[in-house]
């Protein structure tokens, strides 16, 4: 069963990078064990033209035509005990719109005193958690864990969301996240694996707090990693872009989705590996129908 946590380690951030209304999983069924652990330094390319409003989806992005997401991501896991993980992550991100001629520099005219720009990047929210392996029970062949996550999120940068559509490609939404999550995992002897996780967000500010889950399916083999995964977002409140009561201030919106992805891990040499992924949302609330592609180094000690 070593090899599967081995194998696991640096492939999980691989279905995208938070952005302003998404975040992404860096929970794991898997432990490092003690004083193991990985380096992961990860890249991310999302891109959509289409947004969910509600009550349905519309195409085109208010003010831009199209937005284009690019990230750069590090991320590290160390096992403190062989059933204690600290896991950190730090993403830089570049969010870019792209707007039909002139509508740019006359946003810029009018908004003279913002300073109004189709490009915003920096760094983004570090993440730190903690995640426990708190009951073990075989059963069969098969071993199945249950795990309690905390975790903590908050702004680095002094990156700006403030009121205005143009502030629909911010690369987040400043808030300070609390998460508590709960998470089952079943491995088989032949490799195959199942883990499912929910979890609730208390989030600072307007930004409404959410329930969230993710559910995945895959293969840990002593060469290669598979995995789907399903994730999706609940928001506890919230107002919907465009409808009233809406005032601009897009982290205080509603923000629902369900996006599917994948991800493979392949070990090189020497404790390096290559990883690949890819997601998609497939429904949502006030959220881009984005695709993204991700590719990444990692480093298994």
Request: charged share 15%; aromatic share 12%.
């Amino acid at each position: 069963m070593q090899n599967f946590s081995k194998l696991f380690c640096g492939v999980f951030l691989l279905t995208g990078v938070a952005t302003t209304a998404r975040g992404q999983s860096l929970v794991s069924g898997f432990m490092a064990g003690k004083g193991h652990g990985s380096v992961v330094v990860s890249g991310t390319a999302e891109r959509y033209t289409d947004v969910y409003l509600a009550p349905e989806k519309i195409s085109g992005v208010p003010v831009f035509q199209e937005v284009r997401v690019n990230s750069l991501n590090l991320y590290g896991t160390y096992g403190l005990s062989d059933k204690i993980d600290a896991v950190i992550s730090l993403p830089y991100i570049q969010s870019k719109g792209r707007a039909a001629e002139g509508v740019i520099d006359g946003l810029n005219s009018y908004y003279s005193t913002q300073g109004y720009t189709n490009v915003r990047q920096g760094l983004q929210d570090v993440t730190a958690l903690l995640k426990f392996k708190s009951y073990t029970r075989e059963i069969g062949s098969s071993i199945l864990d249950l795990l309690g996550v905390v975790s903590f999120s908050t702004p680095v940068s002094d990156y700006q969301s403030n009121t205005g559509y143009g502030y629909i490609i911010a690369i987040g939404n400043r808030a300070t996240k609390y998460t508590a999550s709960g998470v089952a995992h079943l491995k088989t002897s032949s490799g195959v694996f199942a883990t499912a996780q929910v979890g609730y967000s208390l989030r600072t500010g307007s930004v409404p707090d959410a329930l969230v889950g993710e559910a995945k399916l895959g293969y840990a083999g002593p060469k290669i990693y598979l995995e789907g995964n399903a994730s999706f977002q609940e928001s506890n409140g919230g107002t919907d872009i465009a409808a009233q009561g809406f005032n601009g201030f897009f982290p205080s919106t509603r923000v629902n989705y369900l996006r599917l992805g994948a991800s493979a891990y392949r070990p090189i040499t020497n404790g390096f590996g290559l990883t690949l992924g890819a997601n998609t949302y497939v429904a949502g609330r006030n959220i881009g129908k984005a695709t993204g592609y991700s590719a990444g180094i990692t480093y298994n000690f």
